[in-house]
């Protein structure tokens, strides 16, 4: 994963950025670097875990540089039509390095080959494992636990 500078020439440019810890929320599928959820389409019935996002909000006017952290998510929305540059910079930590090297050269891979084989079902999986994580950090958030869906059975001795 690296780290990016947008910098934005002509047109107005909208972005949201989002910490990687909340991925769950984000309903990021599993083996690549997709949301399910559209930041501006998705209803909060369909993704409630949009309603719990913690993130900052930037609007690029010409001549402006945005700096987005390595492993950060951003969604980008073009407010008038323009154009701009992203420059990658490599994360000074071997491990993040080694975090950027595996996604692109073992999880994409992996994911590709499921996809060929699998098919639809491959998709299908993923969808349901993005929403199950979602769904248990929705419950962390709203102090759920597992066990509260059982109800109180009086117990006898």
């Not at 248990?136 to 059975?153: R, T, Y």
Request: charged residues 25%.
């Amino acid at each position: 994963m690296s780290h990016v500078f947008l910098t934005q020439y002509r047109g107005i440019k909208r972005v949201w950025l989002f910490p990687l810890s909340q991925s769950d929320l984000l309903y990021k599928l599993p083996y690549n670097f997709h949301s399910i959820a559209n930041l501006k389409t998705s209803s909060p019935e369909e993704f409630p875990g949009l309603k719990y996002l913690k993130g900052y909000e930037a609007v690029l006017e010409p001549g402006q540089t945005l700096y987005m952290l390595s492993g950060w998510w951003h969604f980008i929305q073009y407010e008038t039509e323009g154009y701009s540059i992203s420059v990658r910079a490599l994360p000074f930590r071997l491990v993040e390095r080694w975090r950027g090297f595996r996604n692109l050269v073992i999880t994409q891979h992996f994911d590709n080959l499921m996809r060929k084989i699998f098919k639809e079902k491959w998709f299908a999986y993923k969808v349901s494992v993005a929403k199950k994580r979602a769904q248990k950090a929705i419950d962390k958030i709203e102090g759920k636990h597992i066990l509260d869906d059982i109800p109180d059975i009086p117990i006898h001795f």
